[in-house]
């Protein structure tokens, strides 16, 4: 008789639908990445990688300034769309966020190299 497993990380990750808490899934599971494999690893940084820049404007919207310098790790906020995610703070008045975001902008801009990114996306 063989042991049945009733939980699959990869299937259950990939039947949520995208929203902040699976963003915030990826990250926790990439910060803390006990007991995954490779190929878990690969899977959430391109989840992040394709599909958080989406959920982003959720994250200024409940000022969740602790997940951005994680979102700027992975690669999530780059320069292409660091400006638009500054646009949206600026319009929703969330402060904290868009002063991050521009100096994460001018880090972009003037010293790359400073900045926490994963290997693979560099």
Known sequence: MTKKSFFDEIKDFNRLADCTEKVEIAISRLECPVGITEEKV??????????????VPQFV????LSVFPLLVKYRTIRKSNILKFTEYARENKK???????MDVGYKLRTNPKSLD???KFV
């Open 61 to 64: 919207d409940m000022n969740k």
């Open 95 to 101: 402060l904290d966020i868009l002063s991050y975001l």
């Open 117 to 119: 990114i994963v290997p």
């Open 42 to 55: 690969k899977m959430y940084q391109d989840y992040l990688f394709k599909n958080a820049p989406s959920v």
